[in-house]
């Protein structure tokens, strides 16, 4: 089948379900134009920002759309690009933009706070800290497995028989690695300038993609070859000062001008395949058992993640979106639009790595990061750009899509941590709940224990976020059906994602569990790898029905009051 009629029904669909079904909730919750948001009432100039809906959108979108989309769309293309293709689709319109979407409204329709005192306030306290920590260990988990993704990307060596050596793609990957280096730098300059002079409209655009233009020169022409420890360590420090510094200073503006890059790769993308129009070579149905991946249901579901659902969305919509939108009727564009965006990416990544495939249905060589990458680069060849420049800046692209996740996840985690161990009256509490609420020493144990997580390897970790985040898009879920609820607001539309989410999410981790058991019995496991492993996905299946039970039992209390 040709690529292209393929990226065009899946646009169609989400642009139609944006227009139609998106706009029928707004309207159906409700949203006040005039009303003031947090961003507002709050302004303090670090979390409560008051932004224009577009930068809102470009930071929600950045933050979101990791690599997630990429890597589970085309590591789930073992099963077959159909059913990969339908769930994103479905997914995306009647699961993952809902969540998104509903999470960003509960939380500017309730002062801007996070899920975790959403939970608090219409659930209980216990449910508050069940809940927070389960997001701090989702966090530790999205920490480990996008660092290790970014330092790989960036790695210049190879060890063969134990001896290091320059890779093929030293150069390429050195180069993206300085580029990101720049790219940072260069968003400090665009905030600052920014914060001070208040551009808007074609200024703002003009100045951010000069920053972004000047970075990838720099970055070009100064490659930084460095071995993969070493960029694990750079972007440790970069993510402890993301998650302590102002929104403004770098997160913000490094997500509106990576919005440039996204908007060059899909382009990119799409030209590719509408000129190239190359035929989907991976086979449409493969069975409903993989020899790698394992069963179609629940596997297929919880390794597409974050291209149809993903509960790690909700933290960014509640946790800093919302603190920064000025204007309700912004909320529909970054809620919902951002996930059909990414949904709409994830689909472009399935056709690349369909594109790249054999002509008898066998898939390129590679991780997914690479495939893409390559794939895309492939088509910018075409159009006569210099192969040097199309790898580096799709190399750059595909790492700044973890990166974005990383700096994003790292605050969250901070204040998910400090949530976890506040109260009320923090002027009076005790000394050591005043230390681990410090937003310093909340970061620093924070990325000590994300360090810790590396050493499994992002391969590893994989299974275990993709489980643990479509489990956290559950909890939200029912969470939001307590407070539309509660609110006199309609919940039917959260009902179905909320049950199918819960028995895909349980099922997979309790396979992924007795796997970890089995791997023991025959003595095949390692602590550091099956059972760090075996701790977390025990943790998560703990804390998850915990807090279902106690979400459900309020859920049920409220409707036999009404």
């Known amino acids: 089948m040709n690529t292209l ?21 707004a309207k159906k919750w409700g949203i006040d134009p005039k009303a003031k948001t947090p961003a507002v009432v709050h302004n303090d100039g670090q979390d409560y920002v008051p932004t224009d809906g577009w930068t809102v959108f470009a930071h929600q979108f950045s933050s979101i759309a990791g690599a997630g989309p990429v890597t589970g769309a085309i590591q789930a293309a073992a099963f077959g690009w159909l059913p990969v293709l339908l769930w994103i689709i479905l997914g995306g319109i009647f699961f993952g933009a809902v969540t998104d979407f509903g999470a960003l409204y509960a939380s500017v329709k309730n002062d801007g706070k996070s899920m975790g005192l959403l939970i608090e306030k219409y659930i209980g306290k216990a449910g508050r800290k069940l809940f927070l920590g389960f997001c701090w260990l989702f966090c530790l988990i999205v920490i480990a497995a996008f660092a290790d993704m970014v330092a790989d990307t960036f790695n210049a060596y190879v060890v063969t028989d134990g001896v290091q050596t320059l890779s093929e793609n030293a150069q390429v990957n050195g180069a993206a690695g300085s ?11 665009f905030g600052v300038v920014q914060h001070k002079v208040k551009l808007t409209g074609w200024k703002e655009v003009v100045f951010g993609l000069v920053c972004t233009v000047l970075a990838f020169v720099c970055g070009m ?22 998650a302590v510094l102002p929104m403004w200073f770098v997160m913000q503006p490094r997500d509106y001008m990576s919005t440039f890059m996204f908007i060059g790769m899909i382009a990119g993308a799409v030209l590719g395949l509408l000129f190239a129009h190359p035929t989907m070579n991976l086979p449409a149905f493969t069975g409903f058992q993989n020899e790698s991946l394992g069963t179609l249901f629940p596997i297929l579901f919880v390794t597409v993640a974050c291209g149809a659902v993903s509960g790690f969305h909700s933290l960014v919509s509640s946790g800093t979106s919302s603190k920064t939108i000025s204007n309700e009727k912004d909320m529909l564009k ?34 997914p990061f690479q495939i893409f990458s390559s794939g895309v680069a492939g088509f910018l060849e075409m159009f006569g750009i210099p192969v ?16 974005t996740t990383l700096d994003s996840v790292a605050r969250i985690g901070r204040m998910s941590f400090q949530e976890l161990f506040s109260k009320d009256d923090m002027e009076h509490a005790e000394g050591w709940r005043k230390v681990l609420c ?32 479509q489990l956290l898009s559950a909890l939200v879920l029912i969470t939001l059906c307590v407070f539309l609820k509660v609110t006199g607001r309609t919940l039917k539309t959260l009902v179905p994602p909320f049950v199918i989410m819960l028995i895909v999410t349980f099922t997979a981790l309790v396979q992924r569990s007795i796997a970890l058991v089995k791997a023991f019995s025959a003595g095949t496991a390692v602590f550091m790898v099956e059972g760090l492993q075996l701790i977390v996905a025990i943790l998560l299946l703990i804390l998850g029905v915990t807090i279902v039970v106690t979400s459900g039992k309020e859920l049920v209390r409220n409707k036999a009051e009404k």
């Open 5 to 25: 009629v393929i990226v065009l029904i899946a646009a169609v669909c989400l642009i139609a379900a944006y227009a139609l079904y998106g706009r029928w909730l």
């Open 179 to 189: 580029i990101s280096l720049f790219f940072i730098l260069f968003a400090v300059v």
């Open 221 to 242: 022409n100064f490659p930084v070859i460095l071995g993969k420890e070493m960029w694990v360590y750079i972007a440790f420090v970069y993510i402890f000062l993301a």
């Open 334 to 367: 970054v809620g919902y639009g951002a996930m059909v965006l990414e949904s709409l990416l994830a689909v472009i990544a399935l056709c690349v790595a369909g594109a790249a495939a054999g002509a008898d249905g066998t898939a390129a060589v590679g991780t």
């Open 388 to 403: 040097y420049v199309a790898q580096s800046f799709m190399t750059m692209c595909v790492s700044a899509l973890a990166f």
């Open 438 to 469: 410090n937003k310093y020493f909340a970061t620093v144990i924070t990325l000590v224990f994300g360090y810790i997580l590396t050493q499994v390897g992002y391969s590893n970790i994989w299974p275990l976020f993709g489980s643990a985040n």
